[in-house]
Each structure stands twice: as C-alpha cells, then as structure tokens.
C-alpha cells in the first residue's frame, strides 16, 4: 500500500541552525502538508501546498520557514534559524484531492532544538 | 475560526468494554476525521466521514452534521487499542487545512 515517508525520523540541531525536513508523499497526490505537534500539545496546521505553491499558511509559518518541491517526489520544509520553540514533531501530509478527502500522514520527524 | 472539542481527554477501561469517545466542533465542515496516534507518535487515519456512519472492524464513527457532533465507538476494547484518539475537521468550499482536537488518551486494561 502505498504510503508517505519522512526523513529523518529525529533530527537534532543546535539553536540557529537551518534545518530541512522531508517528504515523500504518495506519488499520485496533488496536495501536501505540513504539521507540527508540540509535545503535548495539539497538532497544528502549517502550510498547504498545491501546483508548486503554497496554497494555505498558518500564522505560524513566518519567514523562516518554506517549503519546496525540488522534484518530482520530494517535499521539503525548511526551517531557516531554528528556535528552542521549534521543538515539536513535524509530520507531513498528502492527499489526492482538496477538501473531504483523506489525507494520509507519514511517520514524522522529531525535530530537537537544543 | 473552527474549534474542536473532545471528551474524555483521558479514558481507563478494562479489555472487552464498550468505549466513546466524542468530538464536538463549532463551524460547518465538509468533512471529519478520527485518527489514532501511537506512543512512538505516528499517526494513522481510521475514519473520513461527512455523514451519517461508517464501521470499520471494532471501530464505528458517526456524526451528525446538524448538532455538530461526532462519536468515535469501539466494541470489545483490547490492549492493543491503547492510544491517543484525535478527531480533525476539514472546513467548507474547498478548505484544506485539518484543524484538530486535542485528543483523547485512551488505556485499555487486560
């Protein structure tokens, strides 16, 4: 069955650093997604991207993140000067289509800013 | 802005009972989604519904779209269904942003 894959599973990462996040969704979904949950926490909308732009943004997502579909598969989230409260598990998303449609999540990465 | 609301937050029962767990929202929706997420954190889709009632094994959802209102069932509770339960909504007019719930953290006794 096919599935959406993330890399890598934890990264860690000294405050300040770029960090990239990505994604494989599945190879014949036109949106993507990505989500954070901060431990504890709810799991919160990021960005939504579409036809090689993004679509729909969170207040959370300010200038220093970005995402990016450098190819035909991957999916990237860039977090550019990481902060401790960036601290949280990123999970990316796909779906085939917009609206009531499954979305269907990958593992996650586990994101520690130290 | 659309909230999600679920109760319980925390849930003990013993192996065999019959548990749920429900979900309330305050916006119309196109569509909702139960989803269960394990210690290691991954989360994995059980349910897409926008009307009336779905089964899936032990597992049955329903919702009713004029209350607002969704229940997540679970017949002859195991172990191994110990986990967090999150329900997300999807907005109207083509929204594609999930908003989510804060979970239900579910513990099944043997």
């Given at each position: ?114 | ?5 679920q109760s319980p937050q925390n849930l003990t029962a013993q192996?065999?009972e019959f548990i749920t767990i429900n979900c ?47 229940s997540l069932h679970i017949?002859?509770s195991?172990?191994?269904d110990s986990a967090v339960y ?16 804060q979970g239900t953290r579910l513990t099944i006794n043997?």
């Amino acid at each position: 069955e096919p599935e959406v894959t993330q890399t890598p599973s934890h990264q860690v990462t000294q405050m300040g650093q770029e960090v990239i996040l990505r994604c494989v969704p599945i190879s014949n979904h036109l949106y993507f997604y990505w989500y954070r949950q901060i431990l504890g926490q709810k799991v919160e909308f990021l960005v939504s991207f579409y036809n090689n732009e993004i679509s729909e943004k969170s207040e959370i997502f300010d200038d220093q993140f970005s995402v990016e579909r450098p190819d035909g598969s991957n999916f990237t989230l860039k977090i550019r000067s990481t902060k401790l409260e960036d601290s949280a598990m990123y999970f990316c998303a796909s779906s085939g289509m917009a609206g009531a449609y499954e979305q269907y999540f990958g593992p996650g990465t586990r994101l520690t800013v130290t | 802005k659309n909230e999600v609301e679920q109760s319980p937050q925390n849930l003990t029962a013993q192996e065999g009972e019959f548990i749920t767990i429900n979900c309330s929202y305050s916006v119309g929706i196109s569509a909702l989604h139960w989803l269960q997420q394990h210690p290691g954190g991954g989360i994995v889709s059980l349910f897409m519904l926008s009307s009336g009632k779905k089964k899936h094994g032990r597992l049955i959802a329903t919702i009713n779209i004029q209350e607002k209102h969704s229940s997540l069932h679970i017949t002859a509770s195991h172990p191994r269904d110990s986990a967090v339960y999150i329900c997300a909504v999807i907005g109207v007019w083509g929204a594609q942003k999930l908003v989510f719930g804060q979970g239900t953290r579910l513990t099944i006794n043997p």
